[in-house]
């Protein structure tokens, strides 16, 4: 067998006890490998591996064919007969980030070598070894997303030019995208704990047939761990604890899951607490940079005045801190093979989240706009009931989840000399139904199912007098009488392996959504009906073709349509732009739509080089942007006593996006790799001449060289962007220009390294050192400063 997929197994005999267990250890870190699958041929029977990597196999006949699959590892084939008692199989783990690994890019596991779409998956391992703050970090770590930031406590993935409410975030097959999700930059990754993750996967590209509306750029499907089963009839316990401390914000972060397991029952519980401190930007920067990023100012309430205080370290981003928690309790309930319960519930919250990019904001004459802009605590709360069973006839395995979600999120702000401080809330209740079957027929695989969304927007605010709390009425974002979202929807998707060496897939989704919202002030919104509503269609597919010469190539290619439906925020919002413009409903709202060819080729040379090459163009019709507009056949209204030009959301824009990603790693000697990725995109608006399509990231990638043995794990890598120029800014849209240079984003780079030390299974060390030269730069489109030189060192324990 290959070098870098050998298997080394020792047989342990023993003379007494009537069980057959099999022990699975990882042969690089020695630690058990939990979830290893193990199956008879005819998928008749079946078993997991524990958290201390053993399984029992009495189940089986001698003469079964036993299949051991996990997605980190090669897959095995035995005789059961063949098998001494009580093995123990040590196991190299698949190292390259172009390996084939089971994925879930149709809800169901499935080899990535047989789709024909760019993904990027992170395993539990990688995460651990990166070790990220938030998860918006260990996006920005993969080197294939680019995350914007307007403040330390958030993170707005943009994937190939699409971001905000046009790519979907799914947390264990649920979606968190929700009726009030914005176009400009979102934040609401963060509320995910990294720590409890088992893997992330990143689906580049249109996934509308699965996931339906707002996938119009990418999925990024977040798993969290499973509760994992006892394989004897003892009862087991066992954990995980680190604590970790950084230097650039002075975060100190603790976190400890623990995992209770019967035979047939299990509990896992999650708890991880973060505190981050005012982040410290890079103090080098070129001479043409001036003090860009720099903080000589901010604004103290004193004795009821708002003073200009001088700060004295103009590089620390003062009010950027906040403090996350993160709580996370599944149940698991087996009762027999084949049959899973899970009841899946997750709390997040915050302290106050500062808008950093609005308190640094400046008026002409150079002195703070706002004395006080922060989000409030940021909760998520979701419980959710999933059941999975294996079945005979219409389906081999069916998937049931219903969920439900409690989304609170808060704006608070005062400008500078005034007294008011403006409240504004925003509460979401949302239902979900998932229902999904699998079925190997013919040599197909057919994947069909249904969905059914529902969002409550409640909306509320009011103004509070700082000095004597008198409070008063105020225009609420949304609706204050409450607004409603809705969608059904059903797919099929089939996948068809012609020859061994030629697959073919396809797919199909019919999605049915609509909107209401009710106005109940006429105060604020005198002129607009009291009642409004919109129901869309739509119809989405794909196919696609993978051709796989030999083992060292891989051919693919995919065409693909995608929509977003307008939500509430886009239809139902009201407010004031800026002084003399306001922003009113328009019914009339088409869902934006594009249409995507993509290929990829993966090449593998002489067991040590292997490439990775993705092309994508995509067509974008529809596109929700902002347009001039008329109220009862007028362009302009008096709104709260201020003549103002009357707005609107409309579909005036037709666009195209292209680019590639590029990906390589090579084995120089073994344990020493090199791999890196890089990312290009082009965006342009397609009217009367061509201009900048906003969202659209400069040449970004990573490049990395890793070392690896039983004891240690050490990477030095550089992740970098290129240049953004004014001239290629949408100097109207969400880019954000105002922010950078007057020229644009500058280009940078950074040097960085960490490594980990295994002193045995229950206790390891991480050391890293970001930045190292402290570079002072800024992620495009972003409103604060990166981190500067940042040391952080991680214990971890198991037991």
């Known amino acids: 067998m290959k070098k870098h997929l050998s298997i080394s197994i020792l047989f342990l005999c023993t003379l007494c006890g009537y069980s057959q267990r099999l022990t699975f250890i990882d042969k690089a870190s020695k630690k058990p490998i939990s979830e290893m699958q193990v199956i008879n041929q005819n998928s008749t029977k079946f078993e997991l591996s524990s958290r201390l990597g053993q399984v029992d196999v009495s189940l089986f006949s001698s003469n079964d064919t036993l299949i051991f699959s996990h997605i980190n590892y090669p897959k095995l084939m035995f005789l059961k007969r063949e098998i001494k008692k009580d093995s123990t199989f040590y196991l190299n783990p698949i190292q390259t980030t172009l390996k084939k690994v089971v994925i879930s890019s149709s809800r169901f596991e499935e080899k990535k ?5 760019q993904i990027d998956v992170i395993d539990a391992k990688q995460i651990a070894f990166e070790n990220p703050q938030t998860a918006a970090d260990l996006l920005t770590n993969s080197g294939e997303v680019l995350v914007q930031k307007s403040q330390q406590g958030g993170g707005s993935p943009i994937l190939r030019g699409f971001e905000a409410n046009k790519v979907l975030i799914v947390i264990d097959g649920i979606r968190m995208n929700n009726a009030i999700y914005r176009g400009g930059h979102l934040q609401n990754v963060i509320t995910l704990d990294p720590s409890i993750l088992e893997r992330t996967e990143v689906l580049f590209g249109a996934g509308s047939v699965i996931y339906g509306s707002d996938a119009l750029g990418g999925v990024m499907h977040f798993r969290t761990k499973s509760a994992a ?42 708890f991880t607490r973060s505190d981050f401190s005012d982040l410290i930007k890079g103090k080098n920067a070129l001479s043409s940079h001036g003090n860009w990023g720099e903080r ?85 709360v979701l419980s959710a009931y999933q059941f999975e069973k294996k079945l005979n006839g219409l389906s081999d395995l069916m998937q049931f989840s219903l969920a439900y979600q409690s989304i609170e999120e808060s704006r608070h702000n005062r400008s500078v000399n005034s007294s008011i401080l403006r409240n504004r809330t925003e509460h979401l209740h949302i239902g979900s139904m998932n229902l999904d079957f699998s079925k190997n027929i013919f040599g197909a695989r057919i994947t069909y199912g249904l969905e059914g969304v529902y969002n409550r927007v409640n909306s509320s605010a009011f103004s509070r007098h700082i000095y004597t709390d008198s409070v008063f009425s105020l225009n609420t974002r949304y609706p204050d009488g409450g607004s409603d979202y809705y969608s059904f929807a059903a797919y099929v998707t089939d996948k068809i392996k012609c020859t061994e060496r030629f697959t073919l897939l396809g797919g199909i989704r019919y999605s049915f959504i609509g909107l209401k919202a009710q106005i109940k002030d006429t105060v604020f919104f005198p002129f607009l009906e009291r009642e409004f509503a919109q129901k869309n269609g739509a119809i989405n597919g794909n196919i696609g073709a993978v051709y796989a010469p030999d083992k060292t190539w891989k051919i693919s290619t995919q065409f693909s349509s995608g929509f977003r439906s307008p939500n509430i925020d886009d239809l139902s919002k009201v407010f004031e732009t800026v002084i003399g413009t306001v922003i009113i409903p328009n019914t009339k709202l088409k869902p934006e739509r594009t249409y995507n060819i993509e290929a990829s080729i993966d090449k593998t040379i002489a067991q040590k080089l292997k490439l990775a090459l993705t092309g994508y163009y995509t067509r974008y019709t529809n596109a929700i942007t902002t347009i001039n507009a008329q109220l009862d056949g007028q362009d302009s209204i008096v709104y709260q006593g201020v003549l103002s030009n009357v707005v609107s959301s409309g579909n005036a824009q037709k666009a195209y996006i292209y680019g590639y990603n590029t990906a390589f790693e090579y084995t120089i000697i073994e344990p020493l790799v090199l791999e890196g990725s890089l990312n290009y995109t082009f965006g342009r608006i397609v009217a009367d001449s061509l201009s900048p399509l906003d969202h659209i990231p400069p040449l970004f990638g990573k490049l990395s060289l890793r070392y690896k043995t039983e004891k240690y794990h050490v990477e030095c890598f550089s992740l970098f962007n290129g240049s953004k120029r004014k001239k290629d800014y949408n100097l109207l849209g969400e880019d954000n220009f105002t922010k950078a240079l007057p020229t644009g984003t500058p280009s940078w780079y950074t040097l960085n390294v960490r490594g980990a030390y295994t002193f045995n299974t229950q206790l390891e060390i991480q050391v890293r050192i970001d930045n190292i030269l402290d570079k002072s730069y800024r992620v495009f489109a972003s409103g604060i400063h990166a981190p500067g030189r940042n040391f952080s060192i991680t214990l971890r324990l198991g037991f």
Request: hydrophobic letters at 30%.
């Open 113 to 117: 070598s047989e789709t024909a779409r």
């Open 296 to 380: 000589p100012f901010y604004i103290q309430n004193i004795n009821g005045s708002d003073s200009l205080i001088s700060n004295p370290n103009i590089h620390k981003q003062l009010f950027s801190g906040y403090t996350q928690y993160d709580l996370l309790q599944k149940l698991r309930f087996s009762p027999k093979l084949g049959i899973n319960h899970v009841l899946n519930l997750q709390f997040s919250t915050s302290s106050d989240v500062p808008r950093y990019d609005r308190l640094s904001q400046l008026l002409a004459d150079s002195t703070p706009k706002f004395s006080q802009w922060y989000y409030g605590p940021q909760k998520r």
């Open 229 to 270: 089963l006892s394989d004897t009839d003892s009862t087991l316990f066992s954990g995980n604890a680190y604590g970790r401390i950084s230097s650039v914000n002075k975060e100190n972060t603790f976190h400890v899951d623990l995992n209770y397991s019967t035979k047939r029952f299990a509990a896992l519980s999650s």
